[in-house]
């Protein structure tokens, strides 16, 4: 099975990296049978924008579970992310497991990204992992990251794997609202 986690920085490497990586290490190292593709930005265009290749849509499409992770900047996800989420159809998550990480300087910002992206991922009909993790950036800013905190990001790899691997693909309905109003408008 093929886990793509999305890296929605503009400016690697960095505490998002971090975090990560160790997730990407753990499914490898954990769940033989899975292969992680890492799909990030390619193109930077400044300091808080950068560009994503077009086979990142296909790359998402044909992956099995989903990690989408952000910064959070100004209180919410980047442009950098937004961008590749509206190249996404809808197909691409529908019905697919996808797991929320997000990274902030501010422990109050802790459920501002991850709002913002549980919104976007209804939209798809995406099934939302229902515990996202959340760090403050300096939990990464060592060499030594603490052992709650892999055991955190071990539960969270867990919990996408397990709903992908539970769920097999099965899709659910109702149809997400982009889909009732395509076929209402073709119809
Ligand atoms: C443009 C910009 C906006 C940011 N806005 C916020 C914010 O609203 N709240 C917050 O807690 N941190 C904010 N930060 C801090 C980043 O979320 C934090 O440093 C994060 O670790 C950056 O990711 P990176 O280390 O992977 O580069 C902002 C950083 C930048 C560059």
């Not at 999305?6 to 769940?31: C, F, H, N, Q």
């Not at 296909?58 to 996800?77: C, K, L, M």
């Not at 691409?92 to 990480?101: D, Y």
């Not at 955190?152 to 009732?180: C, I, M, N, S, Y």
Request: proline share 7%; glycine share 8%.
């Amino acid at each position: 099975m093929k886990l793509a986690t999305i890296y929605g920085s503009p400016t690697p490497p960095g505490k998002l990296a971090r975090a990560l990586g160790l997730i990407e290490d753990d499914v490898r190292t954990r769940y033989p049978t899975w292969s992680v593709d890492r799909v990030a930005p390619t193109n930077s265009v400044g300091p808080v924008v950068a560009t994503w290749d077009e086979d990142a849509v296909e790359r998402i499409g044909d992956a099995d579970a989903v990690v989408i992770s952000s910064p959070v900047f100004r209180g919410s996800i980047t442009g950098t992310l937004k961008l590749l989420i509206d190249m996404l159809p809808n197909e691409a998550l529908r019905s697919k497991p996808v797991g929320i990480l997000t990274v902030a300087a501010a422990p109050h910002h802790f459920l501002s990204a991850e709002r913002h992206l549980r919104d976007v991922l209804a939209w798809f009909g995406a099934l939302a992992a229902p515990n996202a993790a959340f760090f403050v950036d300096k939990t990464f800013g060592a060499e030594h990251v603490a052992d709650d905190v892999v055991e955190e990001l071990r539960e969270f790899a867990d919990q996408v794997v397990v709903l992908a691997e539970q769920l097999k693909g099965r899709g659910f309905g109702p149809d997400p609202l982009t889909v009732r109003y395509s076929k209402k408008s073709q119809g």
